[in-house]
């Protein structure tokens, strides 16, 4: 007899990470249902977590709203809910690992003064840093590859040349970018499946994990879903909430994840279905989907 756990088979865990800026859309269910789907297809645990690092922007009614959401439509996070506002030592405690790198360097530049560089930063700062500051991390010739399962192989060759990202803002609020990946990291997340306009961003996180010495959990990206002017739906163009515990809700947004089910009775029953049907395959290479005619009323 042996409790020896097989070494090579990776265990699943996944998340969802909404920000509560608004109640939940129909996109964001979407991205909910494909990293729930992925994990409880391989028997991961998923998880969810409240990205409310931006605390101009988050509010905490929103955040009750959606995971009352995601309870109606059975989506429940396998472990308590990290909130990341709750956090903000830890993003500080690796921010200052940068700091001891010299990486990282303060800055108090105006959008005025960034303008003749395009909005990006130079490597170099003249700030007076007497002064409420952020935090930039430095620009980096890394280029970074990896093979998203849904994208193909992926190719970031310029994307930390020529900016310097903001980690930790003037008003004290850290970066999506810098909180994203601490959590991910310390919650043991393996797999991320997220929406297509979050390609983006996976250079500056691979280059945080990388500078951290931490091994970057697997990334693949969905469609995402857009209006018809080709825009994401998201709570900035005015996506509407969705109903609570709605099956039809449920059928059409399992339809962009290209999972057709035959008239399920229950909301319980069409997740079973969908766990065994979902087929990332399916979505190879679209980066975009634009809302269904029949589906307009979700924006
Ligand atoms: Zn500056």
Redesign the pocket.
């Known amino acids: 007899m042996s409790n020896h756990v097989n070494s090579t088979v990776p265990i699943y865990r996944g998340r969802f990470a909404p920000s509560p800026t608004g109640p939940l859309h129909f996109g964001s269910l979407v991205s909910a249902l494909a990293s729930y789907l992925d994990a409880k297809q391989q028997q991961g645990s998923w998880v969810i977590r409240i990205e409310d690092v931006d605390g101009t922007r988050c509010n905490a009614r929103f955040a009750e709203q959606i995971i009352d959401t995601l309870s109606s439509y059975e989506l429940h996070s396998d472990e308590t809910i990290r909130v990341q506002s709750l956090h903000h030592h830890l993003y500080e405690q690796q921010l200052s690992v940068l700091k001891k790198q010299r990486i990282v360097f303060p800055?108090?530049?105006t959008r005025q003064?960034?303008a003749k560089y395009n909005g990006s930063?130079p490597n170099k700062?003249?700030?007076n840093i007497e002064k409420p500051h952020s935090w930039?991390l430095q620009t980096s010739p890394a280029i970074y590859e990896y093979k998203d399962s849904i994208q193909g192989h992926l190719v970031f060759s310029d994307d930390l040349k020529s900016n310097c990202p903001v980690l930790k803002r003037k008003d004290g609020f850290f970066s999506y970018q810098l909180a994203v990946v601490v959590d991910d990291h310390l919650q043991n997340i393996s797999h991320l499946v997220r929406g297509a306009d979050l390609i983006e961003t996976t250079a500056q996180q691979l280059h945080l994990y990388h500078l951290f010495g931490w091994t970057a959990p697997s990334v693949c990206h969905i469609p995402l879903i857009t209006n018809n002017h080709g825009d994401k739906i998201s709570k900035q163009n005015h996506a509407k909430p969705i109903k609570n515990k709605h099956l039809p809700t449920l059928l059409r947004a399992l339809h962009y994840l290209k999972i057709d089910l035959n008239s399920p009775t229950s909301i319980t029953e069409a997740l079973a279905l969908a766990i065994e049907a979902w087929d990332p395959n399916k979505l190879q290479g679209i980066k975009n989907l634009p809302l269904e005619e029949q589906d307009l009323h979700f924006i």
Do not use: G, I, V
Request: aromatic share 0%.
């Open positions: 800055c108090n530049c003064s960034l930063h700062c003249q700030s930039r």
